[in-house]
């Protein structure tokens, strides 16, 4: 049974910072291209950041300098590192697995205050 658990969403101040995680199991989670997309209140779910099998990484223009994608084959765990997080990135927050198949977490919320 495939499973993308996340954790680490919260509430934070703008300028703070917060650690995405996010739990895989089920598939063969080091041939997966994996990412974080976002999705705010009345807007459309958003690429934020990607990560090759091999590492290449790829990041939308408006967290680029601010958040960093990585991932641990050896734990079968993708992270988000953020940094100087404003209100506008509020959102839910979802893993995303793309191989053979696709797969999506449940979600986790980040909400920023000014």
């Known amino acids: 049974q495939v499973q993308l658990v996340e954790s680490g969403g919260g509430s934070v101040q703008a300028g703070g910072s917060l650690r995405l995680s996010c739990a895989a199991s089920?598939?063969?989670?080091?041939?997966?291209?994996m990412a974080w997309y976002r999705q705010a209140p009345g807007k459309q779910r958003e690429l934020v950041a990607g990560i090759s099998s091999g590492g290449s990484t790829n990041s939308a223009d408006s967290v680029k300098g601010r958040f960093t994608i990585s991932r641990d084959n050896a734990k079968n765990t993708l992270y988000l590192q953020m940094n100087s997080l404003t209100p506008e990135d509020t959102a839910v927050y979802y893993c995303n697995a793309r191989g053979l198949r696709t797969y999506w977490g449940q979600g986790t919320q980040v909400t920023v205050s000014s």
């Open positions: 089920g598939f063969t989670f080091s041939s997966y291209y």
